[in-house]
């Protein structure tokens, strides 16, 4: 593992994130590229939302200090939390998560049995009042960005709605190529940390258990392991764990389900026989967090991101000024179709080519005037090991096409 690079030193080769002192520790600011990979996983997050009949919604980074007294999050995370301010007689406080909003998102209509599950999805900041000495490039930060998602159900849509959280995570990570280590169970222990009803745990944490057998976890050649202790303070969670190249262990995705929020928040449905029922919430992370994703990412793949999420999907290089007006309007053809292609004119061939190294493009294509007499480029894709001429005329539409469905070129068009 000596010769991996960290997320840091690959992130200034790619200008990916900046930190200034100005603006302070753990406060990354996303360049252009770190910008593109996370528009791609935005991009991601949200189609995976859609598909699994999720509303977006927007909420606000702040709220009062109450909202989070009443959560239970205050008398939880305090310590972790950024101090509140004081306005006008009230305090406001940056939050700690975003599922205090959401739940009150939910109680802003009044909900029948039929209507049921509704999923609100946002990619949505949250913060961390880290100590300067544990911050760290994307890994440790003070504002988190998640695909966060939650869903207000039925009991007896919970086995369900469990699923399809763990499928969606797995397949998101899947897409990413992000190797989930193992499937963590994480459970309650006796420590007094949890809140709510034991026999409510118990039952949840065996619903969890029977969704990890149901979707496959172990087939899939995931072991996986319960801990006691892990579990988020309101409920049980299936978390997929992931082990970076220094042994160090993180959460990438997680399916938590919650009876305690709901009752703090009064959160209810009209039944069939007109009463009144408590809704149980299913906290889902599919993507994850924006921030740990990208770090996750340049890490695993030392920079060389698929095609579908590199900052330069192609690099023209001209040989000489005699093709700039060629590789001027090969530019503008990939963009068009809505790639990322940069052209890359000064300078000699040779060290135009080791920038585009160093910077990780995924393609390089070269036009000589050999290529732009045979209207064809020369084109370098190292993921394939590939190098060769291909149709001028055809390359913007297949890369089109494997960028929007998520894969590497599988074949290249001589
Ligand atoms: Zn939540």
């Given at each position: 593992m000596s010769d991996e690079l960290d997320h840091r030193t690959i992130s200034q080769d790619m200008a990916v994130f900046a930190t200034d002192p100005d603006v302070g520790a753990g406060l990354p600011l996303w360049l252009p590229a770190g910008a593109a990979i996370r528009h791609e996983l935005e991009q991601l997050a949200r189609d995976l939302a859609r598909r699994d009949g999720c509303h977006g919604v927007y909420t606000p980074v702040l709220a009062k200090r109450e909202l989070f007294e009443q959560s239970g999050h205050w008398a939880k995370f305090s310590d972790d939390m950024f101090p509140p301010m004081s306005l006008g007689g009230s305090e406001l406080v940056l939050r700690p998560a975003n599922c205090p909003h959401h739940a009150k998102v939910y109680a802003a209509d009044r909900h029948s049995y039929r209507e049921l599950p509704i999923r609100f999805n946002e990619l949505a900041p949250m913060f961390r009042a880290e100590r300067s000495g544990v911050l760290s490039g994307l890994s440790r930060v003070r504002q988190i960005t998640l695909d966060d998602t939650h869903v207000f159900c039925r009991p007896d849509q919970v086995a369900d709605e469990a699923a399809m959280a763990l499928r969606s995570a797995l397949e998101a990570q899947r897409v990413l190529g992000l190797p989930v280590d193992y499937v963590r169970l994480s459970c309650r222990d006796d420590s007094g940390a949890f809140l709510g009803d034991p026999a409510e745990w118990e039952w949840a944490e065996a619903a969890l258990r029977s969704v990890a057998e149901s979707v496959g976890v172990a087939e899939a050649g995931m072991p996986m392991l319960e801990v006691a202790g892990e579990a988020a303070f309101y409920g049980p969670k299936l978390d997929l764990q992931v082990r970076d190249g220094r042994g160090h262990e993180e959460t990438i995705a997680t399916v938590q389900l919650d009876f305690v929020q709901p009752e703090r928040f009064d959160l209810s449905y009209d039944d069939a026989d007109a009463s009144r029922q408590r809704v149980v919430m299913i906290h889902r992370g599919t993507v994850g967090s924006m921030e740990r994703v990208v770090g996750s990412l340049l890490e695993r793949y030392q920079g060389r991101l698929p095609l579908c999420l590199a900052p330069v999907q192609v690099s023209v290089l001209p040989?000489?000024?005699?093709q700039d007006g060629e590789v001027r309007s090969l530019v503008d053809e990939l963009l068009a179709a809505g790639l990322r292609a940069r052209l890359e004119a000064d300078g000699t061939l040779g060290a135009r080519i080791r920038a585009s190294r160093q910077r990780r493009d995924c393609l390089v294509a070269v036009i000589g005037p050999a290529e732009a007499a045979a209207a064809a480029v020369q084109v370098t894709d190292p993921a394939s090991a590939f190098r060769g001429m291909v149709d001028r005329s055809a390359l913007p539409g297949f890369l089109r096409e494997a960028h929007l469905d998520r894969r590497p070129v599988l074949s290249w068009p001589m």
């Open positions: 040989v000489g000024p005699g």
